[in-house]
């Protein structure tokens, strides 16, 4: 199994900076491909990054390209979210994932953290 532990969300506004943190354990991390999914109040979960194989290929979605970078740390076990220009749009619980089928369905995807909470507001 793998458990996923995400951190660093918190209160920003419009124009500030996050960089959210996924701590993995259970399995090899390298192993794996890993992501960010996000959901907002009466939304659906969506996605926004992902990041695959040991050469780091990165997607994002558009909503978020230009502005979001995801990386990985395998020495650490750890993939991270650095989120630049936050939108009040952004706002949202945001849940990191491990293990896909496809990447962009949220449903493919076989592990996740519990969510850490993003407020983007002035």
């Known amino acids: 199994q793998v458990q996923l532990v995400e951190s660093g969300g918190g209160l920003v506004h419009p124009g500030g900076s996050l960089r959210l943190s996924c701590a993995a354990s259970?399995?090899?991390?390298?192993?794996?491909?890993m992501g960010w999914f996000r959901q907002a109040p009466g939304n659906e979960r969506e996605f926004v990054a992902a990041?695959?194989?040991?050469?780091?290929?990165?997607r994002y979605a558009n909503s978020v390209k230009g502005r979001f970078t995801i990386s990985r740390d395998n020495a650490k076990n750890t993939v991270y979210l650095q989120m630049n220009s936050l939108k009040p749009e952004d706002t949202a619980v945001y849940y990191c994932?491990?293990?896909?089928?496809?990447?962009?369905?949220?449903?493919?995807?076989?592990?996740w953290g519990q969510g850490t909470q993003v407020t983007v507001s002035s």
């Open positions: 994932a491990a293990d896909p089928t496809t990447y962009t369905s949220s449903a493919t995807w076989n592990y």
């Open positions: 259970g399995r090899t991390f390298s192993f794996y491909a």
């Open positions: 990041i695959i194989g040991s050469g780091g290929i990165t």
